[in-house]
Nanobody, 123 residues
Framework: QVQVVESGGGLVQPGGSLTLSCAAS????????MAWFRQAPGKQRELVAK???????TYSDSVKGRFTISRDDAKKSAYLQMNNLKPEDTAVYYC?????????????????WGQGTQVTVSS
Protein backbone atom coordinates (compact mmCIF):
# COMPACT_ATOMS: atom_id res chain seq x y z
CA GLN A 1 0.00 0.00 0.00
CA VAL A 2 1.17 3.52 -0.82
CA GLN A 3 0.05 6.70 0.91
CA VAL A 4 0.36 10.24 -0.46
CA VAL A 5 -0.08 13.23 1.85
CA GLU A 6 -0.06 16.92 0.91
CA SER A 7 0.48 19.86 3.22
CA GLY A 8 1.14 23.59 3.09
CA GLY A 9 -2.05 25.05 1.72
CA GLY A 10 -3.73 28.11 3.16
CA LEU A 11 -4.94 31.64 2.61
CA VAL A 12 -2.56 34.13 1.01
CA GLN A 13 -2.92 37.60 -0.45
CA PRO A 14 -2.40 38.24 -4.17
CA GLY A 15 1.30 38.52 -4.92
CA GLY A 16 2.18 36.31 -1.99
CA SER A 17 3.93 32.94 -1.85
CA LEU A 18 3.21 29.44 -0.56
CA THR A 19 5.09 26.17 -0.66
CA LEU A 20 3.19 22.90 -0.91
CA SER A 21 4.73 19.59 0.16
CA CYS A 22 3.87 16.05 -0.91
CA ALA A 23 5.19 12.97 0.87
CA ALA A 24 4.78 9.40 -0.34
CA SER A 25 5.20 6.40 1.94
CA UNK A 26 4.69 2.65 1.94
CA UNK A 27 6.27 -0.24 0.06
CA UNK A 28 7.78 1.95 -2.63
CA UNK A 29 10.56 0.58 -4.79
CA UNK A 30 10.89 3.52 -7.15
CA UNK A 31 9.07 6.71 -8.12
CA UNK A 32 8.82 7.71 -11.77
CA UNK A 33 6.84 10.93 -11.62
CA MET A 34 5.51 13.33 -9.02
CA ALA A 35 3.00 15.90 -10.13
CA TRP A 36 0.74 18.64 -8.83
CA PHE A 37 -2.77 19.07 -10.18
CA ARG A 38 -5.44 21.54 -9.12
CA GLN A 39 -9.19 21.75 -9.32
CA ALA A 40 -11.14 24.96 -8.92
CA PRO A 41 -14.90 24.92 -8.19
CA GLY A 42 -16.85 24.04 -11.31
CA LYS A 43 -13.73 23.25 -13.31
CA GLN A 44 -11.91 20.10 -14.34
CA ARG A 45 -8.76 18.97 -12.60
CA GLU A 46 -5.73 20.28 -14.47
CA LEU A 47 -2.01 19.57 -14.44
CA VAL A 48 0.02 22.32 -12.80
CA ALA A 49 3.54 20.90 -12.76
CA LYS A 50 5.30 17.55 -13.07
CA UNK A 51 8.78 16.24 -12.41
CA UNK A 52 9.98 12.86 -13.61
CA UNK A 53 12.96 10.79 -12.54
CA UNK A 54 16.07 12.50 -13.84
CA UNK A 55 14.63 15.90 -13.08
CA UNK A 56 12.79 16.91 -16.25
CA UNK A 57 9.97 19.29 -15.38
CA THR A 58 6.74 20.31 -17.10
CA TYR A 59 4.56 23.32 -16.27
CA SER A 60 1.21 24.57 -17.40
CA ASP A 61 1.41 27.86 -19.28
CA SER A 62 -0.59 29.60 -16.56
CA VAL A 63 2.09 29.01 -13.90
CA LYS A 64 5.34 29.13 -15.89
CA GLY A 65 7.78 31.56 -14.36
CA ARG A 66 5.84 31.71 -11.07
CA PHE A 67 5.78 28.11 -9.78
CA THR A 68 8.71 25.73 -9.30
CA ILE A 69 8.40 21.99 -8.71
CA SER A 70 11.17 19.98 -7.10
CA ARG A 71 11.61 16.50 -5.66
CA ASP A 72 13.73 14.84 -3.02
CA ASP A 73 14.01 11.15 -3.86
CA ALA A 74 15.60 10.26 -0.54
CA LYS A 75 12.53 11.63 1.24
CA LYS A 76 10.08 10.42 -1.45
CA SER A 77 8.78 13.97 -1.49
CA ALA A 78 7.90 16.71 -3.93
CA TYR A 79 7.46 20.41 -3.40
CA LEU A 80 5.67 23.21 -5.24
CA GLN A 81 7.00 26.70 -4.62
CA MET A 82 4.33 29.15 -5.69
CA ASN A 83 5.25 32.82 -6.09
CA ASN A 84 3.29 35.85 -7.24
CA LEU A 85 0.02 34.08 -6.53
CA LYS A 86 -3.13 35.28 -8.25
CA PRO A 87 -6.81 34.87 -7.34
CA GLU A 88 -7.18 32.48 -10.28
CA ASP A 89 -4.71 30.12 -8.57
CA THR A 90 -7.38 29.43 -5.95
CA ALA A 91 -8.13 25.70 -6.01
CA VAL A 92 -7.66 22.40 -4.23
CA TYR A 93 -4.18 21.18 -5.08
CA TYR A 94 -3.58 17.45 -5.42
CA CYS A 95 -0.34 15.50 -5.53
CA UNK A 96 -0.06 12.49 -7.83
CA UNK A 97 2.72 9.94 -7.52
CA UNK A 98 3.43 6.99 -9.78
CA UNK A 99 6.13 4.36 -9.75
CA UNK A 100 6.70 0.79 -8.63
CA UNK A 101 5.88 -0.80 -5.29
CA UNK A 102 7.23 -4.07 -3.94
CA UNK A 103 5.06 -6.66 -2.28
CA UNK A 104 6.11 -10.20 -1.31
CA UNK A 105 9.12 -9.95 -3.59
CA UNK A 106 7.12 -8.87 -6.65
CA UNK A 107 6.97 -5.46 -8.26
CA UNK A 108 3.74 -3.70 -9.18
CA UNK A 109 3.09 -0.31 -10.74
CA UNK A 110 1.20 2.23 -8.63
CA UNK A 111 -0.49 5.56 -9.23
CA UNK A 112 -1.85 7.31 -6.15
CA TRP A 113 -3.44 10.65 -5.31
CA GLY A 114 -3.32 12.60 -2.10
CA GLN A 115 -6.43 13.98 -0.41
CA GLY A 116 -5.76 17.54 -1.58
CA THR A 117 -4.91 20.81 0.12
CA GLN A 118 -6.83 24.07 -0.30
CA VAL A 119 -5.05 27.15 -1.62
CA THR A 120 -7.02 30.41 -1.49
CA VAL A 121 -5.63 33.63 -2.94
CA SER A 122 -7.67 36.60 -1.78
CA SER A 123 -7.29 40.03 -0.28
Amino acid sequence: QVQVVESGGGLVQPGGSLTLSCAASGNIFSIYSMAWFRQAPGKQRELVAKVISGGTTTYSDSVKGRFTISRDDAKKSAYLQMNNLKPEDTAVYYCNVDGEQINSGSYFPFDYWGQGTQVTVSS
